[in-house]
T-cell receptor, first 109, second 116 residues
Framework: QKEVEQNSGPLSVPEGAIASLNCTYSDRGSQSFFWYRQYSGKSPELIMFIYSNGDKEDGRFTAQLNKASQYVSLLIRDSQPSDSATYLCAGGWSNDMRFGAGTRLTVKP | GAGVSQSPSNKVTEKGKDVELRCDPISGHTALYWYRQSLGQGLEFLIYFQGNSAPDKSGLPSDRFSAERTGGSVSTLTIQRTQQEDSAVYLC??????????????FGPGTRLTVL
């Protein structure tokens, strides 16, 4: 059974803080992991992907992958109110990707 | 096109009617996916097309749901005899379908279906 689990939140952080979003997966064969951001009423948009153990940074976003622990996280530094959205974790293969239920993040001014 | 397009953006129908939802993927993308997202929920996989291969229909919730992809491009998702529980946003995504770790799905704007 291939499952992707996310802490459903909601998560609330003050502006300027670090937001930490977490995701675990059950299939050790999962190859890649993707973080999508979905604003209310909009479709998901890709933030970043990661497929190697360790950290991957892109601007204020850092994805972390630990295959031994089957754990993926997304850190958002210097959180802004515009980061308020639902964040979806997805893992697997390109043709067999499973999405988590999403974590709703609110960044308070 | 520049992105994945879907039509209609909104569809209101009566229980028992059939509906067709259309998806036009990004040019050059061979893989196409349909998902369903109920209010406040995550994405539910419905069906996947890869090139000319037989589609992966493992996510279709019932035989009232079907999809086709003509000419390897545009796809139509058909829901027959709609039920109120079919009300959701139907999202289409496409990717290059290369099977590489970085093959990313790009989503269309979705079709919001309301069954009265």
């Amino acid at each position: 059974q291939k499952e992707v689990e996310q802490n459903s939140g909601p998560l609330s952080v003050p502006e300027g803080a670090i937001a930490s979003l977490n995701c675990t997966y059950s299939d050790r064969g999962s190859q890649s992991f993707f973080w999508y951001r979905q604003y209310s009423g909009k479709s998901p948009e890709l933030i970043m992907f990661i497929y190697s153990n360790g950290d991957k940074e892109d601007g204020r976003f850092t994805a972390q992958l630990n295959k031994a622990s089957q754990y993926v996280s997304l850190l958002i530094r210097d959180s802004q109110p515009s980061d308020s959205a639902t964040y979806l974790c997805a893992g697997g293969w390109s043709n067999d990707m499973r999405f988590g239920a999403g974590t709703r993040l609110t960044v308070k001014p | 096109g520049a992105g994945v397009s879907q039509s209609p953006s909104n569809k209101v129908t009566e229980k028992g009617k059939d509906v067709e939802l259309r998806c036009d993927p990004i040019s050059g993308h061979t893989a196409l996916y349909w998902y369903r997202q109920s209010l406040g929920q995550g994405l539910e996989f419905l069906i996947y097309f890869q090139g000319n291969s037989a589609p992966d229909k493992s996510g279709l919730p019932s035989d009232r749901f079907s999809a086709e992809r003509t000419g390897g491009s545009v796809s139509t998702l058909t829901i027959q005899r709609t039920q109120q529980e079919d009300s959701a946003v139907y999202l289409c995504a496409s990717s290059y379908g290369l099977g590489s770790p970085t093959d990313t799905q790009y989503f269309g704007p979705g079709t919001r279906l309301t069954v009265l």
